[in-house]
């Protein structure tokens, strides 16, 4: 056994005309009302590493630059260079947009045939690993504190949370998406179809 160091791992990488040419996984990640800037650069490069086909900034979430920007100049330069700080290299790599309300985007993909599936922890949630997933999919991720609005929730086919052990309330939005994208892969097969993992 050998750890393998930075420059090895870097030359397993896919060349950016590789990059291009690789299937996305068809998964739609919807980030709402997320208050942390840097939440939303680490949920950026959780989307890129997956191969996630579009990641969805939506509410008062903040967002990267914009052509014709409407933002004030020093809110686009914060909110950009902190998402691009905690999203190391996959801003460019990872194709988002802006929802200001995702509601009628929810709907029209959920008639496209998209499964939606909010992770909150409600009455009739159930535990993440004991729900059917399939592709194409949509996860809905909400704030910090008062996780995701009841409007998004109601157009939810499922509702799922991680289950806690400890004192706390939750896990960190961005580590709760990343044990969620890590489990949709391996439960609908992405990471065998893509990697050749057995």
Request: charged share 20%; aromatic share 6%; with cysteine.
């Amino acid at each position: 056994m050998k750890k393998k160091t930075t420059q090895e791992l870097i030359t397993e990488r896919p060349s950016e005309k590789e990059l291009k040419a690789m299937p996305r996984t068809p998964l739609i990640v919807i980030a709402d009302n997320i208050r942390s800037l840097d939440n939303v650069g680490l949920i950026f490069r959780l989307c890129e590493l997956a191969r996630v086909e579009l990641f969805v900034l939506a509410g008062y979430t903040g967002y990267p630059k914009i052509e014709h920007d409407p933002r004030p100049e020093g809110i686009i330069e914060r909110h950009h260079n902190r998402i691009q700080k905690t999203s190391v290299y996959a801003l460019p790599h990872q194709p988002w947009a802006y929802q200001e309300n995702p509601i009628d985007f929810i709907t029209a993909k959920r008639q496209e045939g998209y499964h939606v599936i909010a992770l909150e922890q409600t009455t009739t949630s159930i535990p993440y690993f004991k729900a059917i997933y399939t592709l194409p999919t949509i996860l809905i991720v909400g704030h910090e504190r008062l996780g995701v609005r009841e409007e998004l929730l109601a157009l939810a086919d499922q509702l799922i949370e991680i289950p806690i052990l400890g004192i706390g309330n939750s896990h960190n939005v961005a580590m709760a998406t990343g044990i969620i994208i890590s489990h949709i892969l391996e439960k609908t097969g992405q990471y065998t179809k893509n990697n050749g993992i057995s």
